[in-house]
């Protein structure tokens, strides 16, 4: 079956820190990768997205690229700031098919 | 723009009682989702409606049922809460096609005593 795998948290920064969440993934077949965020008391919203291989995803200054040889939709951004504290969640949906699976999230803490 | 509107926000149950959670969009979209969100669990899917008169299980199905009422509602029922349907829920909705996102309501807070 599908999976996601993504690290664990929570990742504390500083703000203008550079940040990496890593995503791997378990698929048959062509999956379409999303990051989605959730901010505290809120429900989820798409960050961005990529639907094939080494297509960049990218949304107010984070980026992650497709990576079909190593399964992986690693979540970067140059320079975090306070207001980017949230949980960040990788998710897959199989190839004509709308169900996602969900990594586990993983909570961003930016202090000033 | 409303989106997708879950009611209510909060609800306190005590075991045994039954409660229908209500999800509407606004989007024209074919699919609806419910999913529960627990702590070092992410999304785990409930049920999913991938078109208007479908209806199908995902991966915690036991304990709720569902009703796709027409293309706008998609509710969820507990027949009879436990307290380990204590969770956080969440209703979504997309185009029935993989490479189209979800779009999350607020979520309803259940806790069940």
């Known amino acids: 079956g599908n999976s996601v795998t993504q690290m664990e948290g929570p990742v504390t920064l500083s703000e203008e820190a550079f940040l990496t969440i890593n995503c791997t993934y378990t698929?048959?077949?062509?999956?379409?990768l999303f990051w989605y965020v959730q901010y505290p008391g809120e429900g989820l919203q798409l960050l961005l997205k990529a639907t094939k291989a080494d297509d960049k995803g990218s949304n107010k200054g984070f980026e992650a690229t497709y990576r079909k040889e190593t399964t992986s939709f690693h979540l970067e951004k140059g320079s975090v700031q306070v207001s980017d504290s949230a949980v960040y969640f990788c998710?897959?949906?199989?190839?004509?098919?709308?169900?996602?699976?969900f990594g586990k999230g993983t909570m961003l803490l930016v202090s000033p | 723009n409303a989106g997708v509107t879950q009611t209510p926000k909060f609800q306190v149950l005590k075991t045994g009682q039954s409660m229908t959670l209500q999800c509407a969009q606004d989007m024209n979209h074919n699919s609806m989702y419910w999913y529960r969100q627990d702590p070092g669990m992410g999304l785990r899917l409930i049920y999913y409606?991938?078109?208007?008169?479908?209806?199908d299980k995902g991966e915690v199905p036991n304990g709720y049922n569902v009703s796709r009422l027409n293309k706008r509602e998609f509710s969820l029922r507990l027949e009879s809460a436990a307290p380990s349907q204590t969770s956080v829920y969440f209703c979504?909705?997309?185009?029935?096609?993989?490479?189209?996102?979800?779009?999350f309501g607020d979520g309803t807070r259940l806790s069940i005593l």
């Open positions: 698929a048959t077949g062509y999956p379409s």
């Open positions: 979504a909705s997309s185009e029935i096609r993989g490479d189209q996102p979800q779009h």
């Open positions: 409606s991938a078109s208007e008169g479908t209806t």
């Open positions: 998710a897959l949906s199989d190839q004509g098919y709308s169900t996602l699976t």
